[in-house]
């Protein structure tokens, strides 16, 4: 009985959902054109993480090294949108990694995946709310935090705010009820605020490469100690282009990873051609990255690194170097900015709490949808509220890290999919139904000759891994991919480890350190190469994954190694997140779960899910 019991909850968990329980659902398709999805996936990029972020990541973890910190957190986005792309060819009907995850990889595997990235938006939410009154408060002589630090002081450090931020707050409940309300995610808002933005940014690159200094770049200690009398300066470092070592940039590029976490906003709705939102995604990709690179440079250029604004860098550098009214003109683009950004996070974070819920995984309350606009208030304002207490209560610099972690993990899940799912029989789902060359086949690939013939000892199944006997993909296959992608993944995560907690040691030469990080990548190799010896599944795809297994393997390693670079505190909150979605789906989604009950699948609508 107890067996029976195990058994039924271990196929629950693996469970995977028809691609026929997805239909369009009219009334939350928009249908853009590719200018416009350019605009919105730079929209949706160019907000905090370029206004806030840029400046403590540039004063207090890399220096003018920021401009590599990009270059690094924007090349495992890069990957990481590759392996996206071939994960949502596979569903073609679908732009949501939770649909995609539910339908290829089973029902824990998409709630993990949902559950942080539900986690990623409202994190973003109340980064952005807090982003856009650290920009409205410099515009106005810094009267509300004057106001907010004499009302109700908190001050728990590492924990709380200095103070209760009631203006956040506001400002996201506000914007939750408008959307409530039915006020339309609409593109031209998009157009109208991105294109202020990508002036104004414009104006700040070439300004900073106007009235920048190169000296600020080499800066010594000297210069620190002449500064130190006038100005309120951050930690000092070792001066130089990378004041803050090769730890502080990788540490940086960790930070900076937040500003690349909307890059999946431009998966359109409407689903066409897959070349061309590849090709539209990384247009919007590398535009988002100029703009980081040319803000950072001109901002580093212009104003020593230990004297930027914490929460205001871009308009205080303007008035650094003597153009004060400049300042306005750029608080405008700022506000701006996260305007666009604020609502593009809302609007997906409530549609994919309504999708799991209808599903079951989620209370099924928050799948309630208003009459005929099919509105789902009870997301929109559960989520809103819990975005805005987090607004209210916590400091960006301590809660913008979970943003990080969160969509470093969903993309590293997205990755993993992508190397398992290409060695796999029958896993080619871009087809609404089954030829029938296909239905004949599936007979034959279940009795291929690695699984009809027996076991023969260690000899055989050392044999079978470096020499399969079937050209393409069996079920035994599949699960030697399976094990030894786990077990690289295993090994991949240790060797992160290693060389994000000692990196001097392993590379100076440290004799256990040293051999142990080459013991592992002498592991990672051999285990790689037996996965490359597997028969991959020959199905067409519109695109597929170039360089398998090795891309979506760098993609992992560089995504573990960014995830250890966070602090123990940002592990720890994370941490707390999971195990609350743990308690919710093991303790009411794996019991109320559609499958569970053999009911129909309502529509799934085609929204954005990993942005």
Request: glycine share 8%; net charge neutral.
């Amino acid at each position: 009985m107890l067996r029976q019991y195990v058994r039924r909850y271990g196929q629950k968990l693996v469970h995977r959902r028809g691609e026929d329980t997805i239909k369009e659902s009219g009334g939350l398709n928009v249908h853009l054109s590719a200018t416009e999805l350019v605009f919105l996936g730079v929209g949706r990029n160019l907000g905090a993480g370029l206004y806030i972020v840029v400046g403590a990541v540039a004063k207090y973890v890399a220096g003018p090294a920021i401009v590599v910190c990009f270059l690094v957190a924007g090349l495992s986005s890069l990957l990481s949108r590759l392996c996206y792309v071939e994960f949502d060819a596979r569903v073609p009907r679908s732009s949501s990694a939770y649909v995609c995850s539910y339908i290829m990889m089973g029902q824990l595997w998409a709630f993990i995946v949902g559950w942080n990235i539900i986690l990623l938006f409202f994190i973003a939410t109340a980064c952005t709310a807090m982003a856009w009154r650290y920009a409205f408060d410099n515009l106005i002589g810094d009267r509300i935090s004057q106001a907010l630090e004499g009302t109700v002081p908190l001050h728990v450090p590492y924990l709380l705010a200095t103070y209760a931020d009631f203006f956040a707050l506001g400002l996201v409940l506000l914007l939750a009820v408008l959307l409530a309300l039915g006020v339309p995610e609409s593109a031209w808002v998009y157009r109208v605020f991105t294109g202020i933005n990508i002036l104004v940014l414009s104006f700040v690159i070439v300004s900073g490469f106007i009235k920048g200094d190169l000296h600020n770049w080499k800066l010594t200690e000297q210069d620190y100690e002449l500064a130190t009398a006038v100005f309120m300066l951050g930690p000092p470092g070792a001066g130089g282009f990378v004041p803050f070592d090769f730890e502080g940039v990788l540490r940086g590029a960790a930070t900076c990873f937040y500003a690349f976490v909307g890059f999946a906003a431009i998966n359109t709705r409407e689903r066409g051609d897959l070349r061309r939102q590849r090709s539209i995604s990384l247009i919007s990709l590398l535009m988002c990255f100029l703009a980081y690179f040319g803000v950072s440079a001109a901002l580093t250029l212009m104003v020593p690194y230990y004297q930027i604004h914490h929460h205001s860098p871009l308009p205080e550098a303007f008035l650094h170097v003597g153009w004060g009214p400049a300042r306005y003109v750029v608080a405008v683009g700022v506000l701006c900015a996260l305007t666009s950004s604020l609502l593009g996070d809302m609007f997906p974070m409530s549609r994919l709490i309504c999708a799991m819920a209808e599903d079951g995984l989620l209370f099924r309350g928050l799948a309630q949808v208003y009459g005929h606009t099919k509105i789902p208030i009870m997301a929109i304002m559960s989520s809103g509220s819990l975005a805005a207490i987090t607004a209210l209560l916590f400091e960006f610099s301590n809660i913008a890290n979970l943003m990080a972690v969160a969509s470093l993990l969903a993309y590293s899940m997205v990755s993993f999919s992508v190397l398992v799912l290409r060695y796999q029989p029958d896993q080619n789902l871009s087809k609404n139904e089954k030829t029938e060359e296909e239905t004949e086949m599936e007979p034959v690939l279940e009795r291929s000759p690695l699984d009809s013939v027996p076991e023969a000892g260690t000899s055989n199944i050392l044999k079978s891994l470096w020499f399969p006997t079937s050209p393409i993909p069996t079920r035994k296959s599949g699960q030697i991919v399976y094990g030894c992608a786990f077990l690289v993944v295993l090994l991949l995560t240790i060797l992160s480890l290693i060389l994000a907690q000692w990196p001097r040691r392993v590379f100076s030469g440290d004799p256990v350190l040293t051999t142990v990080a080459a013991l592992l990548l002498l592991l990672i190799t051999g285990v790689t190469v037996i996965i490359w010896r597997q028969p991959q599944d020959p199905s067409p795809l519109t695109f597929r994954v170039p360089v398998l297994p090795v891309l979506p393997l760098v993609s992992l390693f560089l995504n573990l190694y960014l995830m250890m670079q966070m602090t123990s505190g940002t592990w720890t909150v994370f941490g707390i997140w999971n195990a609350i979605g743990f308690a919710i789906y093991f303790g009411y989604g794996i019991r109320h779960s559609l499958e569970e009950k053999n009911e129909p699948q309502p529509p799934v609508s085609t929204f954005q899910a990993l942005d």
